[in-house]
């Protein structure tokens, strides 16, 4: 994670201004990070340089967004859903929570089937991904 300046965590750093939602947890296994990381590297693409550590695109969603897992060596990491998100390629679709929590749900279902872990998610934090060189 990076810090801002006022000393709270932020997963992605960005040169472009990115609205992003971080749901934030842990994974829960026996298997070594170094273990589920090289699952999530053949189930997934793998980012480099957006992050503090490891992202991988779980899914391109409808509205030109990314859902994105994003992973640490202490075994935290955050499901991140970057962009926006207007589900089902409708804008006025009243049901568009629900279409992004089960998208969310059955995301965290495949990415720990994929990384033979549970994960455990805690926070949930809107955030404004920014340079911080």
């Not at 609205?19 to 298997?31: A, F, N, Q, R, W």
């Not at 929570?97 to 969310?104: G, K, R």
């Not at 749900?105 to 495949?110: A, G, H, P, Y």
Request: aromatic share 8%; proline share 2%; glycine share 8%.
């Amino acid at each position: 994670m990076y810090l801002k300046a006022d000393g709270t965590e932020v997963w992605l750093k960005s040169s472009l201004r990115v609205p992003y939602l971080s749901i934030s947890g842990v994974i829960d296994s026996s298997y070594c990070y170094g273990e589920i990381r090289a699952r999530l590297c053949s189930a997934y693409k793998m980012l480099s340089g957006i992050a503090c550590d490891d992202v991988f695109v779980v899914k391109e969603l409808e509205g030109s967004s990314l859902l994105l897992f994003c992973a640490q060596a202490n075994k935290n990491c955050a499901l991140i859903l970057l962009g926006k998100f207007y589900g089902r390629g409708n804008r006025q679709k009243p049901h568009v929570l629900e279409s992004l929590v089960q998208a969310i749900v059955n995301s965290t279902d495949e990415i720990g089937r994929e990384a033979g872990a549970t994960l455990h998610f805690e926070v949930v934090q809107p955030e404004l991904a920014m340079r911080a060189d």
